[in-house]
T-cell receptor
Framework: GALVYQYPRRTICKSGTSMRMECQAV??????VAWYRQSPQKTFELIAL?????????EQNFTQEKFPISHPNLSFSSMTVLNAYLEDRGLYLC?????????????FGHGTKLSVL | QQKVQQSPESLSVPEGGMASLNCTSS?????YFWWYRQHSGEGPKALM?????GDKKEGRFTAHLNKASLHVSLHIRDSQPSDSALYFC?????????????FGAGTRLAVCP
């Protein structure tokens, strides 16, 4: 079956430091990856959309300078939160789409929970 | 205002009962809907999609879409304690528009044994 692994599961960083999270697709080709942030109140914000061999599209209020993303192949994507502050807290979710399947279902990982001190 | 609104915020049903969740879009561009379920400590998992008017049934789950009113509902028959989770409605402007999946704020379902 299709699975998405995200790591680390949770991380704590000091205010102003950076942390990197990774997303691994297993059992399918992740042609497209969406990075979301889920707030402590459980609402979702789309950060950016990444398609292999295409430019990464960031949503309003999110920038490459703050959330650089790498999507080098069909099974791996990573995102870094640079200079993290309190407002960056939340659960960062990687959702991947199977390019071989016309179904647009997104397969999500467990997420990386970011806490900022 | 959120473009995808869900109600109720929380819902409690007895085991074996029927749970009904609602979702409305305020953006007429949103025509395609998904229901996702998220258990505590996990990422959301897609339950089912509905793109056409009417009902769509998958096992104990039935989704209903009314495109004219942009209202979609999810009904869970014979609810089980394992159905206790956060349920999210997600919408996109068109099929194939992977790039604009917008989530609602969620409904927390508790199924009591």
């Amino acid at each position: 079956g299709a699975l998405v692994y995200q790591y680390p599961r949770r991380t704590i960083c000091k205010s102003g430091t950076s942390m990197r999270m990774e997303c691994q697709a297993v059992g399918f080709q992740a042609t497209s990856v969406a990075w979301y942030r889920q707030s402590p109140q459980k609402t979702f914000e789309l950060i950016a959309l990444s398609t292999v061999n295409s430019a990464i599209k960031y949503e309003q209020n999110f920038t490459q300078e703050k959330f650089p993303i790498s999507h080098p192949n069909l099974s791996f994507s990573s995102m870094t939160v640079l200079n993290a502050y309190l407002e960056d807290r939340g659960l960062y979710l990687c959702g991947a789409r199977d390019g071989a399947n016309s179904n647009e279902r997104l397969f999500f990982g467990h997420g990386t929970k970011l806490s900022v001190l | 205002q959120q473009k995808v609104q869900q109600s109720p915020e929380s819902l409690s049903v007895p085991e074996g009962g029927m749970a009904s969740l609602n979702c409305t879009s305020s953006d007429r561009n949103f025509q395609y809907f998904w229901w996702y379920r998220q258990h505590s400590g996990e990422g959301p998992k897609a339950l089912m999609s509905i793109f056409s008017d009417g009902d769509k049934k998958e096992g104990r789950f039935t989704a209903h879409l009314n495109k004219a009113s942009l209202h979609v509902s999810l009904h869970i028959r014979d609810s089980q304690p394992s159905d206790s989770a956060l349920y999210f409605c997600a919408a996109s402007p068109q099929s194939g528009s992977f790039n604009k999946l917008t989530f609602g704020a969620g409904t927390r379902l508790a199924v009591c044994p």
